[in-house]
DNA sequence: TTCCATGATTATCC
DNA sequence: GGATAATCATGGAA
């Protein structure tokens, strides 16, 4: 059932190597996939893979086995009653029929913990704020100019947050957590940013000055609008 | 090593 | 579905 197709696409079960790279491969992709990054942390993750992936196999020939075993046993047993008693065809069935069930369960019970041990190796490799790796400057420098330059409404719209992605080379979803992450952290301690906010309206107004002494003279203080429209 | 900054995730709310 | 608040986990300066 589904415990089966989990296994099968971790590459825990099915096919020998090369599955256990391929779901790793697309285990990164799901993740996000940075384009250049930790080959050890990946055959780090593989090696474990290969570890939990060899467990479950031979715990799995060990049930296998044992099930077969039991099977022989009850077969001998029912063979020698059979002397004293008449024993139907159909109840040796169902005998097998219930140690084989009894032993599928077990079965379920390594699959399911063989899953919940692919589900930790996962998180604990893949989990994004492992490998956290700070915006470069530039990039920061951009969402802030943004954040302060909309200080009093910072909610990009998608378009916006479109273009800023473009701009810093990172995700939508990463500006967007910039921004959750800046409004929250601003407004539980504005005094703290007061400075960099300073410094932002500065340069912003910097900027506002050489473009408007550069296209003409008439200008507003109050203009809400630095329609930069690069559309690549 | 410690401590703060920071990007990402999670739970919860609307 | 996006925003917020709390939290996690790491990077990097002190």
């Given at each position: ?97 219930i140690?084989h069930r009894k032993?599928s ?128």
């Amino acid at each position: 059932m589904r415990l089966d197709n989990m296994l099968l696409a971790e590459g825990v079960s099915g096919p020998e190597k090369g599955a256990a790279s391929a779901a790793a491969a697309a285990v990164a992709a799901a993740a996000g996939g940075s384009p250049n990054d930790g080959s050890i942390e990946h055959s780090d993750y593989r090696a474990k893979l290969a570890q939990i992936r060899q467990i479950y196999h031979s715990e799995l020939e060990k049930y296998e086995q044992a099930c077969s075993e039991f099977t022989n046993h009850v077969m001998n047993l029912l063979r020698e009653q059979s002397r004293t008693r008449p024993i139907s065809p159909k109840e040796i069935e169902r005998m097998v029929g219930i140690i084989h069930r009894k032993f599928s369960s077990i079965q379920m019970q390594l699959k399911q913990s063989t899953c919940e041990a692919v589900m930790i190796l996962r998180s604990r490799f893949l989990d994004a704020r492992r490998k956290r790796r700070n915006f470069n400057k530039q990039a920061t420098e951009v969402l802030n100019e943004y954040f302060y330059s909309h200080l009093a409404n910072p909610y990009p719209s998608e378009e916006a947050k479109e273009e800023l992605a473009k701009k810093c080379a990172i995700t939508v979803s990463q500006v967007s957590n910039w921004f959750g992450n800046k409004r929250i952290r601003y407004k539980k301690n504005i005094g703290k940013f007061q400075e960099e906010a300073n410094l932002y309206a500065m340069k912003t107004a910097v900027d506002a000055a050489s473009v408007s002494s550069q296209a003409s003279q008439a200008n507003s203080p109050g203009t809400p609008n630095s329609g930069t429209h690069s559309h690549m």
